[in-house]
């Protein structure tokens, strides 16, 4: 138990208290019972955005008095079409991991089939849009010419003073012909949180057994926190990501321990706090006592109550631009899940150049390095000019 949990009053929200319901591991189909009061189209809606259509059609298939036929209907296309999508970047996946080894080329799958087969015991269960995988910072040059000799063209991105190093971690490729975005990782968080050393998440790596050639995937510790940081970093918007952390402490092995070790080394207590008094509330996620200390904090707490309204409102962070109000709130919430030097450190590289500098100002490249001075008068010249637009 926790001692002290966030609040979350889903009487107004029928939609999101029955699909709460349907997630829950204890409730089965035949205690299913929807609120008459239910709009069907916005229920559907949230199931999208919370992309997990292939788990609540399994649970309301068999339940076609509660629910209208044609809710059942788009549940199953849905369903249908998420099970020909993870069969094609499970092919994909074997077809990539193949060349890379060729090539000498160690990669880590860091969510998509691996991911899916190990948390739900199949692959249509869980809902990817991409594949992520991990490779060594100074083989990333030869795995995209690589993934160029196979078709994949590279997400264009503005860059000056190699940024894109300092600012992300990962780029995308997409192949036109197959519709298949892959993402390649040279860390797993950007800065200015911690790096975990491919060495040492290789050193702990499984292989999966969904397809023939085995694929290599995280630990089961590592796994579970880099789920967790993941999921706090993009503001725990779709319940997906929470029920990836339920379904793991329910069904997987886990060395509390070495979790634990994991947690405190990477200064993430914090986050694992949150996602367990979110996971708790919304699943009844059962807590080890190995964690209870890190879990039953005010910290936690509070952390997990600014992520409650990102959950109720439905937002999408990911869409481009983000309306004014929540990108205020959300980079707030970014700045209070930093522990207290990724936040010196996330100061820091505010000073490193960006593309829009460049654009701003144009200097040839020879004198880039002035880019790092010029940077605070060109950032407060953007914002006095944003200011008297608004």
Known sequence: MIDKQPIIDTSQFKELDFLLTLLREENKSEEIIPSKEINWSYFLKLVKH??????VYLKLKDTPDAVPSNVIEALLQEYKKNTFKMLQLTGEMETLDKVFQENDIETLCLKGPPVAYDLFGDISLRMSKDLDILVREEE????????????????KVS???????????????????KKIQVEVH??????????TSFEELWSKKRESQVTKH????????????????HGARHGWFRLRWLKDIDQMVRNKDINYVRFKALAIRHQQKHLVGQAFQLSTLFFQTPVHEELRHIVNTKV???????????????????????????EKSYKNYLISIKSKREKVLFFIILFYPISVDAEMFKLPHKLHFFYFLLRPLLWSVRKIKKVTLS
């Open 140 to 155: 990333l040059e030869k795995a995209e010419s690589i993934l160029f000799s196979l078709g994949y063209e590279k997400e």
């Open 50 to 55: 919370h992309r997990v259509c292939p788990f």
């Open 186 to 195: 040279w860390r797993l968080q950007p800065r200015p949180m911690k790096r």
């Open 159 to 177: 860059t000056v003073l190699n940024e894109i190093k300092w600012r992300h971690h990962h780029i995308a490729y997409y192949h036109p012909n």
């Open 214 to 229: 085995p694929i290599s995937f995280m630990g089961t510790e590592d796994l579970l926190l880099y789920l967790i940081s």
């Open 300 to 326: 936690a707490n509070q952390l997990a109550e600014k992520a409650i309204p990102f959950i109720k409102e439905m937002v999408q962070f990911h869409v481009h631009p983000k309306p004014k109000i929540l």
